[in-house]
């Protein structure tokens, strides 16, 4: 995918990290990201990250973090109340949206087409308008609704890309499981990335 406008959401599930590197990459590649972050995002940010990562204060703590080259994109933080935003309707080019991480709670309003704030709205105008909607839900052990909210956004075309890091690249440290998750989730953005090594068939070769 070439740069252009991808939105990004951050919900109150466990992962905040994630979301950090996810955002450091998109911007590093040029991209206009469109943020939004719950209530329990925000608080999310700093329980995991401490004050320095919170909402009004992520652009420093991300050139802090991975180096100059996010500023190479643009950035516009929404309102979750705004439902007026620019995301939340299909004429606005945004060619796609990750909700990293999404927790069940946004998860059933997504799988029910709530629209009920901001995050769930720009994600049903994705669905509506058919294009790539990545949701990373974390949440364990998983319930029956949760499972099957799930199946819902996976029918209706969303890709499930739940926050399951892998071991075999043989991570040394938190930010090595967080490349990896990044790694899947411009994947499915599709963007192209180097954040994990290429499976050869054998671990650590
Ligand atoms: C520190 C913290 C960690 C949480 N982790 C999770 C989680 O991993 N998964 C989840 O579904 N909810 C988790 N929750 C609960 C959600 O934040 C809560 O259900 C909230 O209402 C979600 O709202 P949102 O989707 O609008 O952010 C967590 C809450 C806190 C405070």
């Given at each position: 995918m070439s740069a252009g406008r991808v939105a990004l959401a951050v919900t109150g599930a466990s992962g905040a990290l994630y979301a950090?590197?996810?955002?450091?990459?998109l911007l590093a590649r040029g991209v206009h990201v469109e943020l939004v972050v719950s209530d329990y995002g925000r608080r999310l940010l700093?329980?995991?990250l401490g004050?320095?990562?919170s909402l009004e204060k992520i652009v420093p703590y991300l050139s802090g973090k991975y180096g100059e080259k996010v500023h190479a994109g643009a950035l516009t933080v929404h309102s979750n109340r705004d439902l007026g935003a620019t995301i939340a309707s299909g004429s606005h080019h945004c060619s796609a949206m990750a909700i990293v991480p999404c927790s069940m709670?946004?998860?059933?309003?997504v799988a029910h087409g709530l629209s009920r704030n901001l995050v769930e709205r720009a994600a049903d105008v994705m669905l509506k308008e058919h294009r790539r909607l990545v949701i990373v839900p974390r949440e364990t052990p998983m319930s029956l609704p949760?499972?099957?909210?799930?199946v819902l956004c996976a029918e209706a075309g969303a890709m499930v890309v739940p926050a399951m890091p892998a071991f075999y690249q043989q991570p040394k440290s938190l930010d090595d499981l967080a490349d990896f998750m990044a790694g899947k989730?411009?994947?499915?953005l599709g963007f192209e990335h180097d954040l994990y090594p290429e499976w050869t068939g054998q671990v650590g070769s």
């Open positions: 950090v590197k996810t955002l450091s990459e700093r329980d995991e004050d320095e990562a709670k946004t998860l059933a309003g949760a499972l099957k909210n799930m989730i411009l994947s499915a």
